[in-house]
C-alpha cells in the first residue's frame, strides 16, 4: 500500500474529474482548496440523493498512515504533497459517475454506485493498493507512505449514520492490525523498545479524584528535594504552607475529635488545591502542602481558601492557622543551620 511523494512540489493544478458526478468540474467553493477534490459536506449531500433513489453501490475509505509523522520529519510541506498525490492517483482510477470527496485530515472517500458486489468490490480495492505500490516501486527518492483501504456495500435499510459508522469500524479493525505490525517492525529494529514501553506503562497515572496529589510524608520529602535540585536551573517558584487545626483558644484539639477534623481538613486542601500540588499529613493535627508556580502572597491566598472552606462546615470553635514560605534553590556542597531555638523551648 505504498507511495511517495518527492521533495519537489509538482506545478500545475490537479485535475478534478473524480470530484465530478455528471456536472463537469464543481465550483472552486465545493472543493477541497489543498487537493482539488470535492469537500465533504457537499459530497455527502450526493451521496444522500443518490441513494435516496436506492442506487445502492460501494464506498472506499482510503486513509493515509501515519501522516503526523510526515509532518514531524519532513514538515507540513511534505504532508501537504502526499495528500495531493493521493488525490491525484484517486482521481485517476474514478470513473464519470463516481463521487471523490476528501473525507477528513487524511482519509479520502471514493463511491461507486455502480459496484454492487462484495466481489468486485474487494478487486477494486486491491487495485487502489496496488497502484500505490507500484508507484513506491518505481520511485525510490522519494518520501514512502502507506494508504489503508476499506470497502463496504450499501445494504438495504442503511441510514448515513449507520453506512458511516460501518466504514470506521472496518478501517478501525484495519488500523489495529497496521499498528500492531508497526510496533512489531520498531521492536525488532530496537530491543530496548519494549523495555521503554514497559517502563512508561508502570510509571504512568491514571488520575481518578481531581485536586492535589496526596502522599505519605517520605515520598513528600523527595518530591520537596527534587524540586529544590530542579529550582536551580528552572528558577520555578515553589511554596510550602503549613496547617495546623487548633480550639478557638488555639490550643491542641482533643484526641478524639483530631481524626474527624483532620479528615475534613484533607477534603478541603484536596478540592482546593491544583492537580499539579501536594501535600501530606506531618502530624496528627497538621498537614504540609506544596504549591507549585506560586509565590509567598499567592500562598497566603491559597491557605485563607482552604480556611475559609473548612470553617464554612465548621459546627463548634475549631480553626485553622498556618504558616508560609517560598522554597529556595538547593545550595551545592553546603549544609543551611537552622535556628531551632524555638523548638527546643
Known amino acids: 500500500m505504498g507511495m511517495g511523494i518527492k521533495w519537489k512540489a509538482q506545478s500545475g493544478e490537479i485535475s478534478k474529474r473524480g470530484g465530478r ?11 477541497d482548496s489543498l487537493t482539488g477534490v470535492l469537500k465533504k459536506d457537499i459530497a455527502e ?60 485530515g487524511d482519509e479520502f472517500l471514493v463511491y461507486k454506485p ?37 470497502c463496504v456495500l450499501w445494504r438495504p435499510g442503511d441510514t448515513n449514520r449507520k453506512l458511516w459508522e460501518r466504514i470506521d469500524a472496518e478501517m478501525e479493525k484495519s488500523k489495529i492490525v497496521l499498528y500492531t505490525k ?12 519494549m523495555d521503554v514501553k514497559r517502563v512508561r506503562r508502570d510509571l504512568l497515572e491514571q488520575i481518578r479524584i481531581p485536586g492535589a496529589y496526596c502522599q505519605n510524608y517520605e515520598t513528600f520529602k523527595g518530591i520537596y528535594r527534587f524540586l529544590e535540585r530542579g529550582m536551580i536551573r528552572s528558577g520555578q517558584k515553589v511554596c510550602i504552607i503549613l496547617i495546623t487545626v487548633v480550639n478557638g483558644q488555639g490550643e491542641s484539639v482533643l484526641p478524639y475529635e483530631k481524626d474527624i477534623l483532620m ?74 543551620e537552622w535556628d531551632v531555638s524555638d523548638e527546643e523551648s
Open 45 to 104: 449531500a450526493r451521496i444522500a440523493t443518490m441513494l435516496s433513489k436506492k442506487q445502492g453501490g460501494a464506498f472506499f475509505l482510503c486513509d493515509v498512515d501515519f501522516l503526523q509523522k510526515i509532518n514531524d520529519w519532513y514538515g507540513h510541506f511534505a504532508g501537504d504533497e502526499c495528500l495531493k498525490q493521493v488525490a491525484q492517483i484517486l482521481t485517476y482510477m474514478t470513473a464519470q459517475e463516481d463521487i471523490l470527496c476528501r473525507w477528513g
Open 182 to 193: 508497526n510496533e512489531q517492525t520498531d521492536d525488532r529494529k530496537d530491543p530496548y523498545a
Open 263 to 336: 479528615e475534613r481538613l484533607k477534603k478541603d486542601i484536596q478540592s482546593t488545591l491544583r492537580v499539579g500540588d501536594v501535600y501530606t499529613r506531618y502530624s496528627s493535627s497538621q498537614y504540609l502542602v506544596l504549591v507549585i508556580d506560586t509565590t509567598e502572597g499567592q500562598a497566603e491566598m491559597i491557605a485563607d481558601r482552604i480556611k475559609g472552606k473548612f470553617h464554612a462546615g465548621s459546627l463548634g470553635n475549631d480553626i485553622l492557622i498556618h504558616r508560609c514560605y517560598e522554597l529556595q534553590p538547593a545550595k551545592i556542597g553546603e549544609v543551611e
Open 114 to 150: 455502480n459496484c454492487r458486489d462484495m466481489q468486485r468490490a474487494q478487486e477494486i480495492r486491491e487495485r487502489i493498493e496496488n497502484r500505490f505500490r507500484a508507484g513506491r516501486r518505481k520511485e525510490k527518492d522519494k518520501i514512502s507512505f502507506t494508504v489503508t483501504v476499506v
Open 21 to 31: 458526478i455528471g456536472d463537469g468540474q464543481p465550483e472552486r467553493e465545493k472543493v
